[in-house]
């Protein structure tokens, strides 16, 4: 395999371009390519031609190449399928919004956690991601708008000039807190290098608390998300094996510890499920009034938003999505209990662009 240059440092990026006979400052001029994601040697416009073809004799650029590239009918959302050194796959999706351009970032080749209604842990863990596997999913987002912005990929308030990654949500393939180290050399990174401030950065977990309690020690002021999509043990623990493990109520005490110290709300996600009956009907599972009304007792008084997922179809699962109607009966009890509230928009489902469904397609395609 051809080395990866990015993950050279500065002394063996010089090295390598001294050995191939060609002035220090090369090196530097290549860093910067890489730093704003360049796909390809070519695209490194002032490196000279010949050794740009030298280049891609004997290297690569980064440790991720795009293999598959998808844009929805808006123009708002481009899925990424990558693939690893190790010919493993990953997906990243970027997402242009009203409040800037956001990249979730996957965490790791497939996951362990085993939750019932995820398309991302059906064929387990792989692997953990790198640091620089991490930082390329968002240097190729970055590369895409500012290089690839077609006439109608343009952000909703019709902003299209912003072409930078502002925010990022590590909320793809995987369980960051199960890779944690690797997670916050990322945000480390990403902060340092791209310059995305730590308010801008969410980390999403099933509710792994001592890696939580890592972020607490970390310190960093970044935002955490909980996938709680549930509100008793009892019925969290048919859907989130994890569950057996940490409780809700060590979860939340943990996630509060966290937005208390840096005075941030947390955000809760709750994915509405339905299933169906024997007579082919939706029957509502976790998205029942009852569970409505013990989720406000459950989240009374917290400084939290509870973002409520309509559930994405996978069919490997054995849930069924809920009507409209359901979900926002479900949101007008939250809201009457005075909890925030607000229901996420679908994005990109008609580019299979829900949590890991493109490469468990291409998997098992392959
Ligand atoms: N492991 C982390 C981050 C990855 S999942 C976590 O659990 O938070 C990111 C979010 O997508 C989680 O809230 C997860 O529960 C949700 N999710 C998974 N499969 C989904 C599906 N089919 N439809 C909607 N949301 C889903």
């Known amino acids: 395999m051809k080395p990866v240059l990015f ?109 019932k209604f995820c398309a991302s842990t059906l064929l387990g863990l792989k692997r953990n991601l ?92 970044i935002n955490l998300a909980i996938s709680l999509h549930a509100p008793t043990d009892e019925l969290r623990s048919t859907i989130m094996p994890i569950n057996n493990k940490y409780k809700i109520s060590e979860v939340l005490s943990a996630a509060d510890e966290f937005t208390n110290l840096h005075n941030r709300q947390l955000m809760i996600e709750y994915i509405l499920l339905g299933r169906k009956n024997a007579d082919g009907e939706t029957e509502l599972y976790n998205a029942t009034p009852e569970y409505a009304t013990m989720l406000s007792k459950l989240l009374h008084g917290k400084n939290c938003m509870v973002n409520l997922i309509p559930w994405n179809t996978v069919d490997e699962r054995d849930f069924a999505s809920i009507s409209g109607n359901a979900v926002h009966r479900f949101q007008d009890i939250l809201i009457k209990n005075g909890i925030h509230t607000r229901i996420r928009r679908e994005r990109g489902t008609d580019i299979g662009s829900a949590c890991g469904q493109l490469r468990l397609k291409h998997k098992r395609q392959g």
């Open 7 to 115: 993950d050279f440092t500065d002394t063996e990026l010089e090295k390598f371009v001294v050995d191939l006979g060609q002035p220090r400052f090369r090196a530097k001029q290549i860093r910067e390519w890489l730093l704003r994601g360049a796909p390809d040697f070519e695209s490194m416009k002032n490196v000279p031609e010949k050794l740009r073809k030298q280049l891609d004799d004997v290297a690569q650029t980064l440790p991720v190449h795009i293999t598959t590239k998808l844009e929805s009918s808006d123009g708002q959302t481009t899925k990424f399928l990558l693939e690893l050194g190790d010919c493993e796959q990953i997906e990243c999706v970027l997402m242009r919004t009203s409040y800037g351009n956001s990249v979730c970032v996957s965490s790791q080749a497939g996951c362990a956690m085993g939750c």
């Open 130 to 221: 790198t640091v620089n596997e991490m930082l390329s999913q968002v240097l190729v987002a970055q590369w895409t708008l500012r290089n690839n912005t077609q006439e109608k990929s343009i952000r909703p308030n019709g902003d299209a000039n912003n072409n930078d990654v502002s925010h990022i949500v590590i909320m793809g393939t995987g369980e960051p807190l199960q890779n944690t180290e690797n997670v916050i050399g990322f945000i480390e990174r990403a902060n340092s290098d791209m310059g995305i401030g730590w308010r801008h950065i969410t980390v999403s977990t099933c509710g792994i608390v001592p890696g939580i309690k890592r972020l607490i020690e970390w310190g960093r002021p």
